[in-house]
């Protein structure tokens, strides 16, 4: 749980920093991948996966951040799903688990960072418009941040020429 909420935190923060639609479109496109691989290797329970796949991703886009495991063991990012699938296999658990989440992950870090950046590589995972929030109205009308701030910021500014923006803008 702990690696789930770090990790997602920090891709939100980080490489989605203001790309909700395409965060939510991760989830949605890995999950569907998830269930959709897990049903062949008889998995029903795919939240382990769904972390690694995360922790993939992450790893990925941050290729010098270096890790410190169990203050034993130094290495860098990309190498964390590996150290923890190494892990899992060291307390004896299935490894098929963390072998689904790396290659989920490592489908969608291919197909978003790696084939579109190819010469005469396309784009192919395109995060669909219903995910995209509708845009704020231009003049006029309520403003999606709050009620009346654009009417209010129209006003200052027709009534006195040249008006200074509020300080929280």
């Given at each position: 749980?702990?690696?789930?909420?770090?990790?997602?935190?920090?891709?939100?923060?980080?490489?989605?920093?203001?790309?909700?639609?395409?965060?939510?479109?991760?989830?949605?496109?890995?999950?569907?991948?998830m269930t959709l691989f897990?049903?062949?290797?008889?998995?029903?329970?795919?939240?382990?996966?769904?972390?690694?796949?995360?922790?993939?991703?992450?790893?990925?886009?941050?290729?010098?951040?270096?890790?410190?495991?169990?203050?034993?063991?130094?290495?860098?990012?990309?190498?964390?799903?590996?150290?923890?699938?190494?892990?899992?296999?060291?307390?004896?658990?299935?490894?098929?688990?963390?072998?689904?989440?790396?290659?989920?992950?490592?489908?969608?870090?291919?197909?978003?960072?790696?084939?579109?950046?190819?010469?005469?590589?396309?784009?192919?995972?395109?995060?669909?418009?219903?995910?995209?929030?509708?845009?704020?109205?231009?003049?006029?009308?309520?403003?999606?941040?709050?009620?009346?701030?654009?009417?209010?910021?129209?006003?200052?500014?027709?009534?006195?020429?040249?008006?200074?923006?509020?300080?929280?803008?």
């Amino acid at each position: 749980m702990i690696f789930l909420y770090r990790y997602c935190r920090m891709l939100e923060e980080g490489s989605f920093r203001g790309r909700t639609a395409d965060f939510v479109f991760m989830f949605l496109f890995g999950g569907f991948l998830m269930t959709l691989f897990g049903l062949f290797v008889s998995l029903v329970f795919l939240g382990q996966a769904f972390t690694i796949m995360l922790v993939y991703v992450w790893s990925r886009r941050n290729p010098y951040v270096r890790m410190n495991f169990f203050g034993l063991l130094n290495f860098q990012a990309p190498f964390l799903p590996w150290v923890l699938m190494g892990f899992s296999l060291l307390l004896g658990n299935s490894i098929i688990v963390d072998l689904l989440g790396i290659a989920v992950g490592h489908i969608y870090f291919f197909l978003e960072d790696v084939f579109p950046n190819q010469p005469g590589g396309i784009r192919i995972l395109k995060t669909p418009s219903i995910l995209w929030p509708p845009a704020p109205p231009v003049h006029g009308g309520s403003c999606w941040l709050h009620e009346g701030c654009c009417l209010s910021l129209e006003r200052r500014l027709s009534a006195g020429g040249r008006s200074r923006l509020p300080s929280r803008w």
